[in-house]
């Protein structure tokens, strides 16, 4: 065997193990060379298999009878760009006169199967042109996310999309959301990374439990308040109420709405306001909606309104004020009782992880993205921490949360506890914290000595 034949098998070889064992690394050394090649050499005949293409102009038949030459094929839309990317490729299309960026979507499945990639998906970036994100192995089988993040105030890298980019809770944009999700399906996974992610920015956390805390309270260093009971929790969000009404008061005493102030400085909500007197914003992490709901008695019912009236009061008006709902549940019904829908109309992102039954599933997505329902009740078991965003302009992607351990969310929350917030409205719910134990010094091995004879 001559050695380049020798060198030739090592490189198969070699390019089989990554493909079986890191796919990640055999993308960035072979895989996104052969795809390139694929899609360039293919890219004419799949457009037209796929209906992608359209007849010659009228002017360019008749230029052709005029100079007697053939008449130009079926034309495709124009590549404007293709670019690796740590995932992928993004092929960015020019659409010619009379495609729609419809047409490229529903095309998305036969034009993954004809390049040969994981994933395909298309997005219009502007009139015209549309962008295809082709995926070149599962990113979501194991979640790494990227290095560098775009991270910012209020916006939290929390999930890996299932087009290889980075799926982002951003407050400011979308200032409530939902989270669903059965048991050991992944939320309790989601929400960590989204307290670890809030954790070195300056935010304000508020924790509700009912669970008699045992998935916040391990987080309380970094937490300004905390309730572990329904009854604890009606005070923490009647609190929470009376603390954004005195923010709008102090808003109104900063609006400078005079003559000789600039439209553009007159202060609507607290991120106009001048850094120095700028309130802190909150975000409120409700775990287990569902057991603020129930009731058994005439006085946890009486409990359980004013509960559910604080929520809506918060979910409508609290944006302005800077404090943002984060509402965690295995299950989210109608029957959860009155106010129940009217709190989810508020609730602009929706997050369902694996759900037990369709109506939680419809609950989160039958009034933004019907074809997005289907798509959270077929989430396989044996997947935990897969699941389904969307928002309310009806897109929806599937995403998946790296594994953060309790230990490593713990840890997080302890490195950045000089951080929290001490607020005076929420003074009487700041959990009750003592001294951190030094770790225990672990003693030498000491080797057992022999018995005499």
Known sequence: MTWPTLLLLVVVVAAGLLRWRRPAWYWLTFGVTFAILRVLVRYTSVMEACG???PPSRWRLALARTFDRPASEHRAPR????RPTRTGLALRLKLRPGQDAFDVAAASDRLRHSFGMYGVTSRELRSGVVELRMTGYDVLKRVQMPAKVDTRPMRVPVALRADGSVHYRDYRVV???LTLGATESGKSVYQRNLVAGLAPQHVALVGIDCKQGVELFPLARRFSALADNPDSALELLEALVSHMADVYQLIRSEQRITADVPDAEIAADIWDLPEDIRPVPIVVLVDEVAELALFTTKEEEKRRDRIITALVRLAQLGRAAGIYLEICGQRFGSELGKGITMLRAQLTGRTAHRVNDETSANMAFGDIAPDAVLAAIQIPAEIRGLAIA?????????????HTSLRQ???VCNKYAHLTPDLPALAPFRPALGTLAPAPAQAPAVESAPTAA
């Open 390 to 402: 969307g928002d309310s302009t009806g897109g929806w992607h599937r995403i998946r949360a790296p």
């Open 79 to 82: 590549i404007l760009r293709l």
């Open 52 to 54: 992608l293409t359209v």
């Open 409 to 411: 969310a713990v840890n």
């Open 175 to 177: 200032p409530h959301g």
